[in-house]
T-cell receptor, first 111, second 113 residues
Framework: EDKVVQSPLSLVVHEGDTVTLNCSYE??????LLWYKQEKKAPTFLFML????IEKKSGRLSSILDKKELFSILNITATQTGDSAVYLC???????????FGPGTRLSVLP | DGGITQSPKYLFRKEGQNVTLSCEQN?????MYWYRQDPGQGLRLIYY???????QKGDIAEGYSVSREKKESFPLTVTSAQKNPTAFYLC????????????FGPGTRLTVL
């Protein structure tokens, strides 16, 4: 059965800290890995990763995929209180149909 | 404005009643999805549909039903057979099979009294 595991499940930091969120997966036919940020309601898309070793970057956020070791990390540098959210990792299979979501990491950034 | 709309935002129902959650998209996406999210948990797939008049069960389809009569619409009915229906329900869509990015609606919070 396809599975996505995220760690830690919960994290509390202070503004200015750097955080690393982890996502590992077991998927029979991997196609892509996606990161989402969920604040109160709908998850919003952050990154999609398909190739190993290529870093995706957007401002203070960056992410990279390791297809050999079956994991991805999401880095946030110089955290701000607005980064407080649940960060979801999802994997899409090669048929392009079905997403498997991890449980999410709840990040709280204190002023 | 293109996007996905869900209604209502909040829904209360008594035990034993069926209730239908609406999901509409004007993104011209082929595939649509329904997820359930419980507090502190990730998203679990209820049903998905790749084309009109076709849909597939997800991991937790028991007690739910869907229809896909139009490309833009994918309503979810929570039946009285669903034992623990209180949850946050998210609808999503994507262009199948070309693109991998899924877009989400704002969600419906269902509370059973």
């Amino acid at each position: 059965e396809d599975k996505v595991v995220q760690s830690p499940l919960s994290l509390v930091v202070h503004e200015g800290d750097t955080v690393t969120l982890n996502c590992s997966y077991e998927v029979t036919n991997f196609r892509s890995l996606l990161w989402y940020k969920q604040e109160k309601k709908a998850p919003t898309f952050l990154f999609m990763l398909t190739s190993s070793g290529i870093e995706k970057k957007s401002g203070r956020l960056s992410s990279i995929l390791d297809k050999k070791e079956l994991f991805s990390i999401l880095n946030i540098t110089a955290t701000q209180t607005g980064d407080s959210a649940v960060y979801l990792c999802a994997v899409l299979d090669n048929y392009g149909q079905n997403f498997v979501f991890g449980p999410g990491t709840r990040l709280s950034v204190l002023p | 404005d293109g996007g996905i709309t869900q209604s209502p935002k909040y829904l209360f129902r008594k035990e034993g009643q069926n209730v239908t959650l609406s999901c509409e998209q004007n993104l011209n996406h082929d595939a649509m999805y329904w997820y359930r999210q419980d507090p502190g948990q990730g998203l679990r797939l209820i049903y998905y549909s790749q084309i009109v008049n076709d849909f597939q069960k997800g991991d937790i389809a028991e007690g739910y039903s869907v229809s896909r009569e139009k490309k833009e619409s994918f309503p979810l009915t929570v039946t009285s057979a669903q034992k623990n229906p209180t949850a946050f329900y998210l609808c999503a869509s994507k262009s199948y099979p070309r693109q991998d990015t899924q877009y989400f609606g704002p969600g419906t919070r269902l509370t059973v009294l």
